[in-house]
């Protein structure tokens, strides 16, 4: 399917790894311009080294996401974003008895504060040019809470709140916003939730994967590149009549039907 992206320019947060840059390779597959970002300015000049060679067009900007100043960066190297995929890497897991003070306005500040803040340096545009595709990566956690991702899911879920009526008012102009729910993905972040699960259930990290696996019902972890193409389809011209949605990717995993 010609996802109707050819020329579109899109901002891709926390793209050196992950579900971040699987989203941003199906984006360039998809024939978009593309301003990473990272931390790590090596991994992020490697992640768009592989992704140019692909015949994309990629800009970098290193640097924290949260930062105010990589924020206005990342929007001054596109000019008029066409898509922004927010992103931002989660709290480490912890019983939430250790969640202090300054942890707790990490998180916030990661998870739920700087998209929001991401959104309405972008948004305007979008609706002046009557098109916008907006993505938010948030945790299958929003719907179905985990112990240790406490932190995680309470930021994401007020990210949700947030935006959804953000989403309505901005609708009539062909602009959306969608948050995409990973449940367990093959990722660097899945070996710290087979660590925790590890330790809390007295059993070695291969045994907690093992565990972990059984209890998805399609019997095994999700790829990046699924992540991505569902990512990349939300951004595409075909879905323009879809907003506001959270789009859970789980395996069935979730046992609810609402």
């Known amino acids: 399917m010609d996802l109707g992206l050819a020329g ?21 597959a998809a024939g978009c311009n593309l301003v990473l970002n990272g ?10 080294r592989a992704i140019r060679e692909t015949g994309a067009t990629v800009t970098e900007v290193a640097g924290d996401i949260s930062d105010e ?15 922004l995929v ?19 306005h990490a998180g916030l500040e990661a998870n739920m504060v700087t998209p929001i803040r991401l959104v309405q340096k972008v948004v305007d545009g979008m609706v002046e040019r009557r098109f916008g595709r907006i993505v938010c990566i948030t945790s299958a956690s929003v719907k179905t809470p985990t112990p240790g991702l406490d932190l995680s899911s309470g930021a994401r879920v007020g990210l949700t709140g947030f935006l959804a009526g953000v989403a309505r008012s901005v609708a009539h102009a062909n602009v959306t916003i969608n948050f995409l729910l990973p449940g367990l993905f093959e990722t660097r972040r899945l070996a710290g939730v087979h660590a925790f699960a590890a330790k809390a259930q007295g059993v070695d990290e291969a045994e907690a994967a093992e565990r972990a696996r059984g209890r998805i019902p399609a019997r095994r972890f999700g790829e990046p590149s699924e ?3 569902a990512c990349a389809f939300l951004c595409s011209a075909q879905a323009g009549y879809i907003t506001g949605q959270s789009l859970l990717l789980d395996g ?5 039907v609402l």
């Open 8 to 28: 579109r320019t899109a901002i891709v947060c926390a793209s050196s790894h992950g579900l971040g840059r699987a989203c941003a390779e199906a984006l360039a």
């Open 69 to 83: 100043g990589v924020q206005r960066a990342l929007v001054e190297a596109t000019g008029a974003p066409d898509i």
């Open 39 to 48: 931390r790590d300015p090596g991994a992020l000049a490697n992640t768009a």
């Open 227 to 229: 992540f991505g193409a």
């Open 86 to 104: 927010n992103n931002n890497g989660g709290p480490p897991l912890r019983d939430f008895r250790a969640v202090d003070q300054d942890a707790l």
């Open 252 to 256: 069935g995993a979730y046992p609810g």
